[in-house]
């Protein structure tokens, strides 16, 4: 069965410092991976993806994430952190072609002010 | 998301009572999904739709079923609501399996005392 392993759970960093978030997952075929972010109060909503092409992705609000398939890793970064990016972050991951996409138990993140 | 709404967004509800919870897209999209949120656990796969009337289990799917009689409502069903299902309800969607994101609803507070 597919897992989604976020490293960690509980983040606290002060402005401007730099972000890395790791996402590990456990299935070796094809993979869709994502991140998703809920800030406080509200619904999920899509950092960025990764179905193919250049393993490095970049999605809104200055986040980015690279794919390395031989560590089966998706690592979200931040080259320098804002208040505004409190918040929970979520990994997950989706086996190509199959219907559902498994996330994560999500990396809540505090930014000091 | 515009397109996904939930109803209702709050409940409070006593065990042994039967809870339905009410997931509506405006955006035709063929799939819809239910998860559950709870912390420490992440967003956990509870059922989804993968058209009108056709429907499988997630990984938490005992105590709950749904229903699919139309392309824009997906309904949660909690037969008998027990105090372990006090959650988080979020539902989403998804038009298409290859390289498309799942969009979130706003979610439902259930309290089960």
């Known amino acids: 069965a597919q897992s989604v392993s976020q490293h960690n759970h509980h983040v606290i960093l002060s402005e401007a410092a730099s972000l890395e978030l790791g996402c590990n997952y456990s299935y070796g075929g094809t993979v869709n991976l994502f991140w998703y972010v809920q800030y406080p109060g509200q619904h999920l909503q899509l950092l960025l993806k990764?179905?193919?092409?250049?393993?490095l992705v970049k999605g809104i609000k200055g986040f980015e994430a690279e794919f390395i398939k031989s560590k089966f890793s998706f690592n979200l970064r931040k080259p320098s952190v804002q208040w505004s990016d409190t918040a929970e972050y979520f990994c997950?991951?989706?086996?190509?072609?199959?219907?559902?996409?498994?996330f994560g138990k999500g990396t809540r993140l505090h930014i000091l002010p | 998301d515009a397109g996904i709404t939930q109803s209702p967004r709050h409940k409070v509800t006593e065990t042994g009572t039967p809870v339905t919870l009410r997931c509506h897209q405006t955006e035709n999209h063929r799939y819809m999904y239910w998860y559950r949120q709870d912390p420490g656990h992440g967003l956990r796969l509870i059922h989804y739709s993968y058209g009108v009337k056709d429907t499988d289990k997630g990984e938490v799917s005992d105590g709950y079923s749904v229903s699919r009689s139309k392309t824009e409502d997906f309904l949660l069903t909690l037969e008998s609501a027990t105090s372990s299902q006090t959650s988080v309800y979020f539902c989403a969607m998804r038009q298409a399996l290859r390289s498309d994101t799942q969009y979130f609803g706003p979610g439902t507070r259930l309290t089960v005392l």
């Open positions: 990764y179905f193919s092409g250049d393993p």
């Open positions: 997950a991951v989706n086996k190509e072609g199959d219907d559902k996409i498994i």
